[in-house]
């Protein structure tokens, strides 16, 4: 057997690892196939490519893409495949970067206000250059010893109900869907237990409206689905001829229980990669 991650991130964005080590990392771990998958943004893309080439592991230029969608749930698109020079490509991610930019200021505001002190130059320097994420405020309230860990900074400060959250301007799923294929690549559902659904039904529902939109496929092995919710996606794939796919979601040490190619105690399959690069 033969296996393959399609969801990991970099420095690029929220990941710890630069984008080739994160190559080198899916090399030393045996894997076969890799698609870099940073929020945002593209920008590792070329460095990780040309990694892969080195290295001689099958590479996938992706991206993950941060949509609106109502609380408590979270949509996130992945693109695989795009052209990383598409212009469609890079309008998108600049808008989307200047709403995390805005946001940033507000969230620092927030936390200051609540007698945290941080600053925008250290949340940049966090960020090494990268697209601005949460994780990155995490790792600092974490070094200055404000929380005890990522999750206890999510809980108290930065996720939907902690006091420092801050919405960000961003982009539609239909939009997104429509600028992922004139970018030439293949919208894909990422992790649909985070869109929070209250049951089956109310996620065959959504992801049906996704369908219409033009969605290619959905993320049915990932770090966060149990095993029947995997059987219950692979069937939805099923129904919709969407292409399942699987990632772990790999970010290095902000989320230091997840291994790159592995989603809990599952692989991902050469096949996936297989069938979306057939298909991109
Ligand atoms: P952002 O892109 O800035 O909205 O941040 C979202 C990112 O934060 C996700 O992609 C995850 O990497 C991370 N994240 C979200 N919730 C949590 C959490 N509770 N604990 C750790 N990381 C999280
Ligand atoms: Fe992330
Ligand atoms: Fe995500
Ligand atoms: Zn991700």
Redesign the pocket.
């Known amino acids: 057997m033969s296996f393959v991650d399609l969801h990991c991130?970099s420095t690029a964005s929220?990941g710890a690892l630069a984008p080739r080590d994160v190559v080198r990392a899916a090399h030393d771990a045996g894997l076969t196939g890799l698609a870099l998958t940073d929020?945002d943004t593209v920008a590792g893309c070329a460095d990780a490519q040309d990694e892969a080439h080195i290295l001689g592991i099958d590479f996938i230029c992706g991206i993950e893409i941060?949509c609106e969608y109502p609380r408590p749930g979270t949509l996130?698109l992945l693109g695989y495949g795009v052209d990383p020079q598409s212009p469609i490509l890079h309008d998108l991610t600049r808008r989307l970067i200047a709403g995390?930019s805005e946001r940033n200021v507000k969230i620092i505001a927030a936390l200051r206000e609540q007698g945290v002190a941080i600053t925008l130059d250290e949340v940049l320097d966090q960020s090494k250059g990268g697209t601005?994420?949460?994780?990155h405020f995490?790792s600092i309230l974490l070094r200055k010893g404000y929380v005890s860990s990522?999750?206890e900074a999510?809980?108290k400060y930065l996720?939907q109900t902690g006091t420092a959250y801050a919405d960000?301007e961003t982009v539609s799923a239909r939009q997104a869907i429509e600028m992922i294929r004139q970018s030439g690549g293949l919208p894909v559902l990422a992790h649909p237990v985070q869109l929070k659904k209250d049951n089956f039904g109310q996620l065959t529902n959504a992801v049906k409206e996704l369908v219409d939109y033009g969605l290619a496929g959905i993320e049915v092995i990932h770090s966060d689905h149990r095993e029947m919710l995997i059987d219950q996606l692979i069937e939805l794939a099923n129904r919709y001829d969407l292409l399942p796919t699987g990632g772990s979601d790999f970010?290095g040490s902000?989320?230091p229980h997840v291994r790159l190619g592995w989603a809990g105690n599952r692989r991902i399959p050469r096949e996936m990669f297989d069938r979306l690069l057939a298909r991109a």
């Open positions: 991130h929220d929020h941060s996130h995390r601005v994420g949460r994780p995490a990522v999750t999510f809980k996720g960000k970010h902000s989320k």
